[in-house]
């Protein structure tokens, strides 16, 4: 049978992640330092802690008929309830019918895009942005647009479209919008009257005492979750695991049902086993988990920073991560990252070119390293070899005076 | 906001389950009987080997990273290769590359819908039919047809479209498709050049040791996977337990290709957490965990027929289920099972009314009733409090003789 002749038309919008290609290929190679990827730290998941809450959850019989049974779309009460209250104490009025839990965010991305996204909806993201709500809204036929192009924005508010931010420990660019850019994107939004979607993955794993508020939080100004037209997500990828597979959407209940019913067909449910995990470690370890996970990134955060001020010069700049796992660097004008990463993946290192997080397909002199895989030793090591690959390129574009020095 | 001007046209295609609502509102009342739903039956799940497994798996460190990291989107290899040679003992040659690890069936329906289904594509089903992959494939704006509807097919196959069958104790149905309604089957699927979709969730629920081909394996008849026009879908959610949201897909290699990269767009992975104790529980149980639940299903199905036969007489008739979770009960013509639902939920039993599992809202007069959940006391007193409940409407369109009796 000839495939490519029965299959539907939306799913010739599907692509398939580049990342994931790159890094697939990356580790076939011994002795790799790892900048590419966004996985927490494999030797800092609370192994123990984790175990003992699933046996937890497994011994008690009444907890162990719910997570093995099937059970309700919208989530394990108690877990909802949970990030109602999470949402509440931050001075934004939530309640349980707030709270949709998805299975990780990529399936909230997914499930939003579904409720607002046709072919040619015009999708506001910022450059760059995450690949993979890239991937999710292109799915269903995002028309994207710069949400900070300033001047060139319509005149006219579209009927449909949605905003889509990341305001804390950006992946990829590891930046922090400040409260101005933070009150400007709610401004840009309220214009073209978009829902905004804020994809908050990162502001658990923030390196100081001194959170931002929220968009969600600054949009309502002390309103509840149903007034406002804000959707902000959640996730414990980070802050736990990603094995669990458990995120969480915050939205107006009207929405909250709307993707529910979405979900149900979708999946049906996410695993009761793994949100009474969730719920069991959140309420026994008080973000502990959290807190010492970002100790740890916020080490491997100052080697790699240190170790890109000894390696390289100033034609290279990159981003100060206040929390989060990335760091972003931009290169010189003219020289192409992406070509560039066969040299890299030579050399014993691999990171992901800046051209997977922009929708239009610029950003040839970015790339994302991470520093949350490896451990300090590897992350100077890795730098270095940066350093030895990209050495060449840079020299070629660095003006003579600098040029003399090499 | 007004949101439903914001949102998608697409949206507004998804329904929710009406057999949700329905559980919801009976589990409501105490003392409920529970012939709705397609739970498997709580106290038969083997909690202490799934808890077991759960802690091998966290308490070894390889596998402990594995579980707990991001996780390549086909799924884990070992699990994948479990799966192939599953299919290859079979007769039907199967490589890793022709499966797919999904979140349950629910997820494979949705992404074979997204992969085959535009707004209008003909979908070709059984009457009835599992209510699931209605919602699922009507999200995507499938055209239902009847899969047998004789002489009505049309002329010249359809340039896209989708066939979907359960050969095996049919959710709703527990009808089991005899070898020649098989081969009937694919003959249609054949002639209208129809890809088609084998949902297999209660094969392992057999209750002789006398397996039927499947109809990848009757299509195949020996030849690899990649030859054939047949996707075939398997979940352990019956064979071990619904919260491991695990299942998967076997298709031709390009198929498989494709459904990974819309996964990914999707949920980016299903748990390796799941999918390793899913692996430990069928390599180390080698499938006893299936036989005994098919054993006790056995027991509580014989119970229900037997009270079946006792509380109802000939105006009512109902299938004779060889596996699975389900009766397919038929009033007489003109007896609605929607409108006596109240009636038999006051009576302290609840059912699913047919009209959920067609299309065309056909079926008024057929109701679904699940003997998975309940202990063989509850069965009996569940058709007793039925038959009480049913009484006065099969009274009214019974022939004078039998209503002289009443």
């Known amino acids: 049978m000839d495939w490519s002749r029965k299959v539907s038309v939306q799913s010739a919008r599907v692509k398939e992640s580049s990342i994931r290609g790159v890094v697939a290929k990356a580790m076939r190679k011994p002795d790799m330092v790892f900048f590419a990827g966004g996985e927490p730290g494999p030797d800092l998941f609370a192994y123990g802690e984790i175990r003992a809450a699933f046996d937890k959850v497994l011994r008690d019989p009444q907890l162990a008929e719910t997570a093995l049974q099937y059970s309700s779309s919208e989530g394990v009460s108690g877990l909802r309830d949970w990030a109602a209250h999470q949402m509440t104490a931050t001075g934004v009025p939530c309640r349980r019918e707030n709270v949709l839990i998805t299975s990780g965010s990529q399936q909230s991305l997914d499930l939003v895009g579904r409720l607002f996204i046709d072919p040619g909806t015009p999708v506001y993201v910022q450059v760059p942005t995450y690949s993979g709500a890239l991937q999710a809204f292109r799915a269903h036929g995002a028309a994207f647009r710069s949400l900070w192009s300033d001047g060139s924005d319509p005149p006219d508010a579209p009927s449909r479209g949605l905003g889509y931010i990341i305001a804390d420990s950006q992946n990829p660019s590891g930046r922090t919008l400040t409260i101005d850019e933070r009150l400007r994107a709610i401004e840009v939004a309220a214009r073209l009257a978009l829902p905004m979607v804020e994809d908050d993955a990162y502001s658990g794993l923030r390196f100081d005492d001194r959170p931002l508020p929220s968009l969600m939080q600054l949009s309502l100004d002390g309103k509840p979750v149903d007034e406002g037209w804000a959707i902000h997500l959640r996730t414990f990828s980070k802050t ?48 502990e988990i959290a807190r010492r996970l970002a100790d740890a990134y916020r080490s491997r955060r100052d080697v790699m920073l240190d170790a890109l001020r000894v390696e390289f010069g100033s034609d290279v700049t990159w981003t100060l991560p206040e929390g989060g796992f990335f760091v972003w660097m931009t290169l010189p004008d003219g020289i192409d990252a992406t070509a560039l990463l066969d040299r890299a993946i030579a050399a014993g290192v691999v990171y992901v070119p800046g051209r997977a997080f922009h929708a239009d397909d610029s950003g040839a002199n970015t790339l994302r390293l991470s520093y949350s895989m490896m451990s300090p030793e590897r992350i100077r090591e890795g730098v270095h070899r940066l350093a030895v690959a990209l050495r060449p390129a840079l020299a070629r574009t660095r003006p003579a005076r600098s040029g003399a020095a090499s």
Chains 1, 2 share one sequence.
Not at 246 to 254: E, G, L, N
Not at 256 to 273: F, V
């Open 240 to 287: 736990i695991a990603p094995g669990l597979r458990t995120a969480w959407i915050v939205a107006p209940s009207p929405l909250i049902e709307r993707l529910t019913a979405i979900k149900q067909g979708a999946d049906l449910q996410t695993s009761a086993l793994s949100q009474l995990v969730a719920l069991e470690l959140v309420e026994r370890t008080g973000g």
